[in-house]
């Protein structure tokens, strides 16, 4: 049996070296990644597990999902969205935007390239990835674009105890319409962007939701006045305070949507903008559905104790029968799953250590976009930075880092 450097230097020999940098994901950071490396002249293999690019958008997002923010802030670098999208451009629009991206900038993912393992090789001075199947490439520069919702989160409670309820148990990402539930009783769990927006499209196709609220949360119009919250957020937040900018909009908000209290949604004692920064908890933006609560048409309920076999029990004692659940428990991070050595970068949980907007650039040419909590504007700015950054290094090299030990006659 070779020892761990014999074993090393059997992986270099077997590895096929790709010049520039290998990208781990397909998605919006992933491409944008490459385009801006793309820009400068800097090659990129752009490695994707699904069959397509934007695979989540386009296979695990329900069928009303439009963007959040207002385009004009969700746009990647070097292309802005066709002036004919309307201001909230649906999934379908958002995916052919992907397309048209790709295509512009030229980056051709491999799709079916699931990555393995990933570690840095300090004899080589390269990253060393294999493939589902066995295939080694070899890079001197690793990003990381798997994103913060490469996994679905599914709460133990309905993970395990799910098999004792007799309808179906379902997560977000296989949610498609509300159409399939109609006349029926559904608790929706989780009462965030998707929460609220599963709810509100059940309501619309006849169904009967109740939304379980376990913590505070802010929820703020989508827009005020006319104009997009956070665009006013962001412009406030160029003349006062995080402080100041979340008294402002909390003051707007109870003019525009009243006492989110009274209907079940407490509000947490800190501010919708502070409370980002500081834990990443995003505000849910209304588009309606405090008016199908204040109606009634959607109930609001507490924490959920116990899944039974034909609903729950509630925190309260109280049980309640429902046809169906949906998780809208929100996704996690895979990176820790394959990634060794990111432990300057990464938690053991998969996410950033360092706070936005320093948490891009790691030891030894590994990189991450998409993991800032900060959207599509985070991934833009990561995307930039890192290619700024691999550019420098790029420029001054006229052959791979260590070509020695890592020739080989395959070169892609």
Request: with cysteine.
């Amino acid at each position: 049996m070779m020892d761990g450097e014999e074993a090393r230097q059997e992986r270099r020999r077997a590895a096929t070296w790709v010049p520039g940098a290998i990208i781990v994901g397909a998605g919006p950071s992933g491409l944008a990644a490459a385009a801006c490396l793309a820009a400068r002249g800097v090659p990129a293999t752009v490695l994707e597990m699904a069959d397509s690019l934007a695979s989540t958008w386009r296979h695990r997002t329900y069928d009303r999902l439009t963007l959040h923010l207002p385009k004009r802030f969700c746009e990647l670098p070097l292309l802005p969205f066709p002036e004919a999208y309307p201001s909230y451009p649906s999934k379908d629009q958002f995916v052919a935007y992907m397309e048209s991206y790709a295509a512009a900038s030229g980056v051709a993912p491999r799709f079916g390239a699931r990555v393995e393992v990933a570690a840095f090789d300090a004899a080589a001075g390269a990253w060393v990835v294999r493939l589902a199947g066995g295939e080694l490439l070899m890079a001197r520069w690793l990003v990381v674009a798997t994103g913060e919702n490469a996994v679905p989160r599914k709460p133990e409670l309905f993970s395990g105890g799910a098999a004792r309820f007799g309808g179906p148990v379902v997560h977000t990402y296989e949610y498609k319409s509300g159409e399939e539930f109609a006349g029926k009783k559904v608790l929706v769990v989780g009462c965030g962007n998707s929460g609220m927006e599963v709810s509100l499209d059940l309501c619309r196709h006849g169904a009967k939701p109740s939304m379980v609220v376990r913590n505070t949360v802010h929820v703020l119009p989508r827009e005020m006045f006319g104009l997009s919250t956070f665009g006013i957020a962001m412009a406030l937040l160029k003349v006062f305070s995080v402080q100041v900018v979340d008294r402002i909009l909390l003051t707007a908000a109870r003019l525009t949507l009243g006492d989110t209290g009274k209907l079940g949604l407490r509000r947490p004692k800190t501010g919708p903008i502070e409370l980002k920064n500081l834990t990443g908890r995003t505000p849910v933006l209304d588009v309606g559905t405090l008016g199908h609560i204040k109606t009634g048409k959607i109930k609001v309920v507490g924490a959920v104790k116990e899944v039974t076999p034909r609903g729950v029990r509630f925190a309260d004692g109280k049980e309640e029968q429902f046809d169906a659940i949906i998780l809208a428990t929100g996704y996690r991070s895979n990176v820790p799953s394959w990634l060794k050595d990111g432990g300057d970068v990464f938690t053991s949980e998969g996410m950033p250590k360092i706070a936005f907007p320093n948490g891009w650039r790691g030891k030894n040419g590994l990189y991450t976009v998409g993991f800032s909590q900060r959207g599509l504007l985070g991934a833009s700015s990561d995307a930039l930075n890192i290619a700024r950054d691999i550019h420098c290094q790029w420029k001054d090299m006229s052959r791979p880092a260590n070509s020695d030990a890592l020739q080989s006659d395959n070169t892609v």
